[in-house]
């Protein structure tokens, strides 16, 4: 043999034997096409019974029940119904946790299934349906389906794995605290220490089999506004007489609509102030004392947001002063911005390509959608992403978007999602 054949012998020998992480990511595949069906039932059942936020009751308990008995270490209660699960793998290691919200939406479900939800119930003491309108039933099935197949290698793991199974991500209930937001101040990232977070959520925007992600912000900071007038009741035949706050609204309405598209740098990122509703006046013949406005502010940049703020005070108040009228202006603000941090994505991507296939991963624009994930972001690097749950023979513009009565969720995308969040895991812990 000469020398160039022996190698190339020894080559090929080395490319047809797996590394130990190749049979590693093979036993992750394996295990993830036997637990599919299982994770189909289980998003069918959740699906079936859907609970809103802060009540996520009966889900919380088939989570707390199914992790038990992978002997992941359970708790429960967190954040009201969330639960964390904690699986110790056998070699030492980092801390990755893995996200899914749990709640389902005051929407009367349209979607002829066998397991169509017929559940009601009473929010804002407004009697609604309830349907898991927005896939967070995928989410829970797939981080369940996820945890078998992580159990199943424990010994092969290098560090831990913590589940967070996360209530109310659609808001919680007028007066309660809830959501990521509550998980975080009760310690969920701590003890161990999670040193980075990933989640996923389901989407009719790209087909099944895609998966959609962008590196830094992904979807928008949302805020809410709320503007008082105040002007001077009067008789409408005699507005000299009085300040007209309805006039004055209408000023602050147009003048909102500035910001976005005159004062910041829109080439930065995208921004939207919307008001959504406006009261004031009872008659055709007075005008009124006061108008009351609110309204909701998204950004994609820290700095645009605290700015845009700035603007919205600065035109209310001036615009109200302008006419001898005040305004009130009180911002709340709710969900930051969800940041894919740079460094982090990057080292994701290639596992996400070899996952789905490359052709199959797509980096998308921002949306001004918001989720209350970042709130895990603002604490430790984490990367979400999107994946296609919509029927491959339907256009994007056919589809049923998240939070319509008719959303629907084909099914044959989870098994991607439990396969994407599994090897994300072990990948980011093997690094
Ligand atoms: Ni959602």
Known sequence: MTLAIALGVLMSTAAATPSLGQRMDQRIDDAAARV?????????DIHEHPELGNRE??????????????????????????VVGLLRGGKPGRVVGLRADMDALPVTEQVDLPFASKVRTTYNGQEVGVMHACGHDAHV??????????????????GTVKFLFQPAEEGAPQGEEGGAELMVKEGALENPKVDAVFGLHVTSRYPVGEIAYKPEGMMAAVDSFKIIVKGKQTHGA???????????????VLGLQTIPSRQVDSTLAPSVVTVGAIHGGVRNNIIPDSVEMIGTIR?????MRDDIHARIKRTVENIAASAGATAELTITTGYPITYNDPTLTEKMAPTLRRVAGSSNVRVVNATLGAEDFSFF????PGLFFWLGTRPKNQTAEEA????SPLFYVDESGLGLGVRAMAHVAVDYLRQ
């Open 36 to 44: 599919e069906q299982k994770v189909i039932a289980c998003r069918r």
């Open 400 to 403: 049923a978007s998240n939070h």
């Open 57 to 82: 009751m009966r889900t919380a308990k088939l989570i707390a029940d199914r992790l038990r008995e992978l002997g992941i270490e359970v708790k429960e209660n967190v954040a009201h119904t969330g």
């Open 377 to 380: 972001q603002q604490k430790v």
């Open 299 to 303: 950004s994609l940049d820290a700095k």
């Open 141 to 158: 099935a797939i981080l369940l389906g996820v945890a078998e197949v992580l159990s199943g290698i424990r010994d092969q793991l290098s």
């Open 238 to 252: 005699y507005p000299w007489l009085g300040v007209d706050p309805i006039v004055v609204a209408s000023q602050i």
